[in-house]
C-alpha cells in the first residue's frame, strides 16, 4: 500500500472514530437531557410523599417534617392560576393567614419537588402570622409547560407572582425562600427589579450557575462534563429556547438591592458547599450566612431546626414587621 493510501486510510479511520465519539456524546447528553429537564423525569416521586418509602421513614423520624405534612394537607388551600405577561398561564397554591395580615411569603420549591414538599418551611412562616403562595415552577406537578429552565425562565414567573401578591394586597411585606432550585430562582428574581414590597429574601443550598451545577453533578457520577454539557444546554435551546449557560445566579445577586440571607449545609454533595461562598461574595445588597453542619442538600432545616430558625427570624425580622 503506499503512503498516500495508507494516509487516507488512517484519516478515514479517525473520521469514523471521531464521528462513533461524538455520536456518544450526544446520546449521553440526550439521556441527561430527558432524565433531567422534562416533565417526564422530574414527576417520577408519587405527588403525596408519605406514600414515598424512600422519604416515609424522614417524615415518620422527623415530626418537623409530619406536623407540616398534615398542616399542608388539611389547610384550606387556594388554587391559583395567573396568565403572565408571555401569555402563559401559571399555577400555585395558597394558604391564607387565619388572621388579617400583610405579612407574605413566596416560598419556592426545587428540582423534582412540589409544594408540598416545601410544607416545612409554609408551615413556619404561617405560624408567624403569613400568607403563603407556594408556586409550581415550570415542568413539576400543576405547572402547564413540559420542561425544566433551571429557573432561568421561573424567575419571570415569580416577578408576576408578586406583582399578583401587590394587586392583591398593595401593603404587602414580601419575603422569597427558596430551597436548591428554588434558591437559584431566589437569586435570579433578586437581579430583578423588584417593588419595594419585596424585603428579604432567603436562598437555601443554592448553585452559583446552571453550567457549574451540571458540571459539578457530572463529575459526581464520573461523567466527563465536557462537551456533554454543552451539548445539554444547545438541546435546551433547541427545544426550549433556553440557553441554561445564562442561568447564573451568581451574576443575578451583583445587581440585587434585596436582603439575602444565604444558607448551605455543609454535608451537600449535590450542590457544593464552596458555591454558596462564592454567590455570597458577589452580593451587593445586605447579606448574612449561616453553614449547617451535617446538613444534606435541601435538609438544613430538618437536620439542625434549632440552628436554621431562630436566624431565619433574625434576620427577616429586621425587614419584616407586625
Known amino acids: ?41 422530574v414527576n417520577k416521586k408519587p405527588y403525596e410523599r408519605l406514600n414515598d418509602p424512600s422519604v416515609q421513614s424522614r417524615y415518620v ?30 399555577h400555585a397554591d395558597m394558604v391564607e393567614s387565619e388572621a388579617e395580615s400583610h405579612k407574605w411569603l413566596l416560598c419556592i420549591h426545587g428540582w423534582t419537588s412540589c409544594p408540598r414538599s416545601m410544607a416545612i418551611y409554609g408551615h413556619a412562616y404561617y405560624n408567624k402570622g403569613y400568607n403563603i403562595v407556594f408556586p409550581y415552577l415550570r415542568g413539576h406537578r400543576s405547572s402547564e409547560q413540559n420542561l425544566v ?82 451539548i445539554i444546554n444547545l438541546i435546551s435551546i433547541v427545544r426550549d429556547g433556553s440557553n441554561l449557560f445564562e442561568c447564573r445566579p451568581v451574576d443575578a445577586v451583583k445587581k440585587s438591592r434585596t436582603p439575602t440571607l444565604f444558607i448551605h449545609g455543609m454535608n451537600d454533595k449535590f450542590v457544593p458547599p464552596a458555591m454558596v461562598e462564592k454567590v455570597f461574595a458577589a452580593c451587593s445588597a445586605p447579606k448574612d450566612m449561616m453553614l449547617v453542619p451535617d446538613a444534606e442538600h435541601a435538609e438544613s432545616a430538618e437536620t439542625h431546626p434549632e440552628m436554621y430558625w431562630p436566624k431565619v427570624w433574625e434576620f427577616v425580622d429586621k425587614y419584616v414587621h407586625d
Open 1 to 41: 500500500m503506499s503512503d498516500k493510501c495508507k494516509a487516507y486510510s488512517v484519516a478515514k479511520k479517525a473520521a469514523v472514530a471521531a464521528v462513533c465519539v461524538a455520536g456518544a456524546e450526544y446520546l449521553l447528553a440526550e439521556l441527561v437531557y430527558r432524565n433531567t429537564l422534562t416533565r417526564a423525569a
Open 61 to 90: 423520624l422527623h415530626e418537623d417534617l409530619r406536623l407540616s405534612d398534615d398542616w399542608y394537607m388539611y389547610s384550606n388551600i387556594r388554587r391559583l392560576s395567573l396568565v403572565s405577561l408571555r401569555g402563559e398561564t401559571l
Open 149 to 230: 429552565s433551571m429557573g432561568l425562565k421561573d424567575r419571570y414567573d415569580m416577578v408576576d407572582w408578586i406583582k399578583y401578591i401587590v394587586t392583591m394586597d398593595p401593603l404587602a411585606q414580601i419575603v422569597i425562600h427558596g430551597v436548591s432550585m428554588g434558591s437559584a430562582t431566589t437569586m435570579l428574581v433578586t437581579g430583578e427589579d423588584l417593588p419595594d414590597n419585596v424585603k428579604c429574601a432567603v436562598a437555601d443550598c443554592g448553585y452559583t450557575s446552571v453550567a457549574d451545577q451540571f458540571s459539578a453533578v457530572a463529575k459526581m457520577y464520573h461523567i466527563p462534563p465536557h462537551p456533554v454539557v454543552e
